[in-house]
């Protein structure tokens, strides 16, 4: 990649990128294997304890490394600000790598009972507050090292990083499950990704050692202008605390919608509502992934002429008018029999609208057992879009699929399942006779428009993505950076962004609409575009130096 005029990159300006992508891509591998793999890590140390414990536990193992992201943004933030940019990313792989690599030696719940679960969520834990550590570190530390002119373009290797962690954790999944039975992998093989994590951790730490420290950071520390108590010049100073809230809601907040909805929402959508084989939505996504990755680089090089603003704003703008045409269109060309048979037979819950819950349960506690609530939560786990009608009085709940009805029942009764299977199997009938399918048919789906739509999802996510790296440095000053900076990114992607499958679920569930939970990401997205149109500042042209109190 090449300056302005005949100047290209230094070989420590290449070096610092490439030690600083290729670890924080480790890392997401690391991070991405749990999603992954929720199956089998669900039936390895989740089995054994009865259905509601182990729901939170599943549920708790999957939210944590999200949650704690940004905590773990305020401690590393605040060390990288006192001791230094390079030995704070060094500890947080390293936290990182070991806890991955123990999780492939953690013993199953049938060999060690409770502590199984309980020390895989204390794991995730860990792996959420090394990344809250990590990206900020990663990049501060380019950024600090880039050209005033480049910096947009060389912090945009680090924003590949995301996605390539996410691909690579597919890929090696993809080879140990080619190269072994169902039930070899399912046993043990699943633990060969997790295990090879310390290969990964010990080039990556190999690599940073040999990384000097932030030009501007041995400055302020030579001159001894080091803050002395980031968090405070962070979030007890209104001046600053501001920033910081508006770096969240305008910039963030939309950011981490966007990102999730295009690369972890849409293949929930493939797999859990359009019902394509698991493999083959993986696939479908790899191939996206992979031809989207370029573009966080053309867009992070194009703000360093236009602004970061504007591309970031732009990519919020496009994702909230299309999302649902988009989805639409996935619907069309995956699962052409679905949105037939939804024209055909379409599928009414009659029941009392007073006892429908909005089946959001982010603490594994509440019990949806009203006959409203099992109809809907049914026909949401398969998939099925399906309206809402307020029933008579003395009329028995139901599910309509075109002329035929299947009664609804209070499941609270319903201690051993039989009636939730037999509601279940004749639901089965009725759909399978409306010409629902079970399955995407291989044979039906539209491969190369599906790819191009994902594919557009993915380009949105280049375009709030790319350049959000370097303005987010440059909107801090150098001595609270690492502080300031980590926090809004945490938040926005840890819960805005990370609890987005669960909140779309739920809304989903509640309408039966199987649109309906864009409406989050849209409405968020939005609400970042007119935030930041009117309060973020464009940064571009700013200088990062070590003055600024």
């Known amino acids: 990649m090449a300056r302005s005029g005949a100047q290209r990159m230094t070989a420590e300006e290449r070096r610092v990128i490439f030690a600083s992508s290729l670890g924080t891509v480790f890392e997401w591998y690391d991070f ?109 530390y380019v950024a600090e090292h880039s050209p005033h002119t480049k910096r947009g373009a060389y912090t945009a290797w680090i924003q590949t990083t995301a996605t390539l962690g996410l691909f690579l954790s597919l890929l090696v999944i993809l080879v140990c ?31 940073r050692l040999k990384l000097n420290e932030s030009p501007l950071f041995q400055r302020m520390k030579a001159e001894g202008t080091l803050s002395k108590a980031p968090l405070t010049e962070s979030f007890a100073r209104w001046g600053n605390l ?38 083959t939505a993986n696939i479908l996504i790899g191939g996206a992934l992979l031809l989207g990755v370029p573009f966080f680089v053309v867009f992070g090089a194009l ?45 009414v819950v009659v029941a009392d609208s007073a006892t429908c819950s909005f089946q959001f349960n982010p603490v594994g506690t509440a019990a949806f057992t009203t006959p409203c609530d099992v109809a809907k939560s049914e026909l949401a786990k398969r998939g099925i879009p399906y309206a809402n009608v307020q029933m008579a009085p003395g009329e028995e709940a139901r599910i309509e699929v075109g002329s035929v009805a299947i009664p609804s029942f209070d499941a ?102 199987i649109y309906s939970g864009l409406w989050y990401p849209v409405a968020i997205a939005a609400m970042t575009f007119v935030v930041g149109l009117i309060f973020v500042p464009e940064t571009k042209d700013r200088e990062l130096h070590p003055e600024g109190s």
């Open 242 to 279: 501001k920033i910081v809230i508006i770096a969240l809601i305008g910039l963030t907040a939309g950011q981490a919608v966007v990102w999730y909805t295009g690369q972890f929402y849409a293949l929930f959508f493939l797999t859990q509502v359009l019902k394509v084989e698991s493999q």
């Open 32 to 140: 991405y294997l749990y999603g992954s793999l929720a199956a089998i890590i669900s039936v390895q140390f989740f089995s054994g304890v009865n259905p509601t414990a182990a729901f939170i536990f599943a549920l708790l193992a999957f939210a944590a490394g999200f949650a704690v992201r940004p905590f773990g943004a305020i401690v590393f933030g605040r060390l990288g600000d006192l001791v230094g940019r390079k030995y704070t990313f060094l500890i947080t792989i390293l936290i990182m790598g070991l806890s991955t690599f123990i999780v492939g030696l953690l013993p199953s719940y049938a060999a060690i009972g409770f502590a199984a679960p309980a020390i895989l969520i204390v794991l995730r834990l860990a792996q959420g507050l090394a990344l809250g550590g990590e990206y900020g570190g990663a990049a501060i």
């Open 412 to 513: 609270s009764g319903d201690a051993g399942g039989e009636a939730r299977a037999g509601f279940a199997t004749a639901l089965t009938v009725a759909l399978t006779e409306a010409g629902y399918p079970l399955m995407a048919d291989p044979a039906a789906i539209n491969y190369p428009m599906v790819v191009l739509v994902l594919f557009i999802l993915v380009l949105y996510v280049t375009m709030v993505y790319g350049p959000i790296a370097a303005m987010l440095v440059e909107l801090f000053p150098t001595r609270i950076r690492y502080t300031s900076m980590s926090l809004p990114y945490h938040i926005g992607n840890g819960w805005f962004g990370g609890f987005l499958p669960t909140v779309s679920f739920a809304i989903v569930a509640a309408t039966g609409n």
């Open 177 to 207: 499950r080619l190269s072994m039975d169902k039930e070899s992998f399912e046993s043990w093989g699943w633990r060969i990704p997790f295990l090879l994590s310390i290969a990964l951790l010990g080039i990556s730490v190999w690599i």
């Open 303 to 347: 703000s360093d002429r236009i602004g970061r603003k504007p591309i970031i704003l732009a990519g919020c703008l496009l994702a909230a008018l299309t999302y649902f045409p988009l989805f639409g269109a996935l619907t069309h060309y995956a699962n052409p029999a679905l949105e037939a048979a939804q024209e055909r037979a379409p599928v």
